[in-house]
């Protein structure tokens, strides 16, 4: 399976995806990953910043407010879409494309910085991906992304739950397994049954790699690593949403920085 080939399943994902995710049942992202990720971003204000696999552009709005001057692009047409219908609605000075993260449309160093929200894990062509993001950052930019964390999501996990339902552990397995491709299925699981039901599950082919060979890559791409993160939910966090109480047990994102060396 390629990129293009995964593209098309996200095109199929996009407008499910959007309802959803924009009706606020994106629990984990919009209560744990995003505001971790924002709090670990460098200043952006006055940069001009690349969001690589934007979706429908939520979270490349979250960076736009923060002063960047924002580019994005997805390889899913029907994302883009809707991220462009909202920056008509409410504009940011977002520029949206239609495009593949292996081959992006840009010039070489015209970017300060490049963010990846939760999108270059499904990416079957990662080294090219990596490769492309270095390429476009400027000598001294950065790029920084998500993913669900290698060690902790790999192709088997199961919650392990006491009498009253709260996760005490998290069983894996296969993690040295090569499922690249295997499409699971599922949805939001805080939407109604009533939503769920109208709309059709999400198909995601995934493309689980070690943690070691993440960081080879990236050392390989020209990277240098400069910070990690394994975000956890506050207590209160977990109060007003009990959902998120497995990521007290393990960590189940992965966050990254990662900077092009400044020339010379």
Same mark, same amino acid.
């Given at each position: ?159 392990? +739950?006491? *009498? @009253? ?6 069983? $894996?397995? !296969? %993690? ?6 295997? =499409? ?42 400069? +910070?990690? *993160? @394994? ?6 966090? $977990?109060? !007003? %949403? ?6 007290? =047990? ?15």
């Amino acid at each position: 399976m390629d990129h293009i080939a995964v593209g098309e399943f996200w095109n199929g994902n996009a407008e499910a995806w959007t309802k959803l995710a924009r009706a606020g049942y994106d629990v984990y992202r919009d209560q744990l990953n995003t505001p971790a990720f924002l709090a670990m971003l460098p200043r952006v204000a006055g940069l001009a910043g690349l969001d690589v696999g934007c979706g429908e552009g939520h979270n490349t709005r979250q960076v736009g407010r923060l002063g960047a001057t924002m580019t994005a692009i997805d390889i899913a047409e029907i994302f883009i879409r809707h991220a462009r219908a909202e920056e008509v609605r409410a504009p940011l000075g977002i520029t949206y494309h239609h495009g593949s993260a292996v081959e992006l449309p840009y010039a070489a160093a015209s970017f300060d910085f490049a963010t990846a929200f939760m999108s270059l894990m499904d990416i079957p062509e990662t080294a090219q991906a990596l490769a492309e993001a270095f390429r476009v950052l400027r000598p001294g930019g950065f790029l920084q992304f998500s993913m669900t964390h290698p060690c902790f999501n790999p192709p088997h996990r199961r919650n392990c +739950r006491d *009498e @009253e339902g709260n996760t005490f552990a998290i069983e $894996v397995g !296969d %993690y040295f397994i090569d499922a690249r491709g295997r =499409v699971d299925e599922w949805t939001f699981g805080v939407a109604p049954a009533s939503l769920r039901e109208r709309l059709a599950k999400f198909r995601v082919p995934r493309f689980h790699r070690p943690i070691g060979e993440w960081f080879n890559l990236l050392v390989a791409a020209g990277f240098q690593i400069e +910070r990690v *993160e @394994e975000p956890r939910p506050s207590s209160q966090t $977990v109060r !007003d %949403y009990p959902l998120l109480q497995d990521a007290e =047990v393990v960590a189940y994102f992965l966050h990254l920085r990662v900077r092009k060396p400044a020339a010379g």
